[in-house]
């Protein structure tokens, strides 16, 4: 059994206020892109749970692999069988495009057909927050309007499907650690709910991604990116996430557009 886990951006991302827990409150609209990493799992050989990843190198031990932990988080709650998980990496690393968290939220979803768990989207979705704050929104894998921790969810219409995204990542590599250290949490003065239902060329002044002012300063290749995006005829622009990737919807009709690329 393949499939093919999707990157996202991030249209807006607002840090709102710090939690009690160590967490802080944001909202965003979290939307999926056509950039794939590859994950296949098939029975085991020799009855024993194998992980190989190949592709973008992935830094740390691969036993902390988030597909493994999707793996071990089921297995404890169910008598899954012994698998040989095989992933390839094309969404790049540290780059706030969540190619970790769809990774194990495809392997969820896979073993829960694979092994026939019969489990709903709710109880994916609520398995998937146990890995990470955005892993659940890629059990539906759509456009959402996300609050909290960036775990609750309501529907957003949007529609980018008459422009082309086209994303880029610098040799940098940016920690959300380091970027929530850098930013100051505060309501903004236009709900981004209100922000995202203007025309899309009206994005430009309007629709920010709070981290982008600390990591700019830290890491200026990350803006001249967003720059250049500019220059070439984006319409919007912005650095995606927590960094350091940096996206720009550009028209279709667009001439010599520029390629997705990861340094």
């Known amino acids: 059994m393949i499939c093919f886990p999707s990157a996202k951006i991030n249209l807006g991302l607002h840090v709102l206020s710090k939690r009690s827990d ?5 909202e965003t609209v979290f939307y999926p892109i056509n950039l ?3 994950l296949e799992i098939v029975p085991a050989v020799g009855g024993k749970t194998v992980f190989s990843q190949t592709g973008i190198q992935v830094e740390g031990n691969p036993k902390d692999n988030l597909v493994l932990k999707a793996y071990n988080l089921l297995k404890k709650d169910f008598c899954l069988p012994e698998v040989a998980i095989y992933l390839f990496k094309k969404i ?22 694979f092994a026939e768990l019969n489990l709903s989207k ?10 990470g704050a955005d892993c659940p ?8 309007f996300a609050e909290g921790t960036g775990n609750i969810f309501s529907p957003v219409s949007i529609s980018l499907k008459d422009y082309k995204i ?3 990542k610098p040799s940098v590599s940016v920690s959300t650690k380091t970027a929530y250290a850098k930013v100051k949490p505060q309501q903004p003065a236009i709900p981004l709910k209100e922000i995202i239902c203007l025309p899309i060329n009206e994005w430009k002044d309007k629709l920010i991604n709070d981290f ?6 830290q890491n200026p290749e990350i803006e001249a990116l967003k720059q250049q995006f500019y220059t ?3 319409v919007y622009a912005s650095m995606s996430g927590s960094g350091s990737a940096v996206f720009g919807i550009f028209p279709k009709n667009s001439r010599n557009l520029p390629e997705s690329k990861a340094d």
Do not use: R, T, W
Not at 122 to 131: D, L, N, P, R, T
Not at 137 to 144: E, G, R, S, W
Not at 212 to 217: D, L, V, Y
């Open 166 to 168: 086209i994303v880029k």
């Open 212 to 217: 982008e002012s600390g990591i700019f300063a």
């Open 232 to 234: 070439e005829g984006a």
């Open 92 to 113: 790049p690393v540290g780059a706030g495009l969540g190619g970790g968290s769809s990774d194990a939220a495809s392997m969820i979803k896979m073993l829960n057909e």
């Open 36 to 38: 794939c990493d590859a």
């Open 22 to 26: 160590g967490y802080h409150n944001i």
């Open 122 to 131: 709710k109880k994916m979705e609520e398995y998937a927050s146990q890995i």
């Open 137 to 144: 929104f890629f059990i539906q894998n759509k456009p959402v």
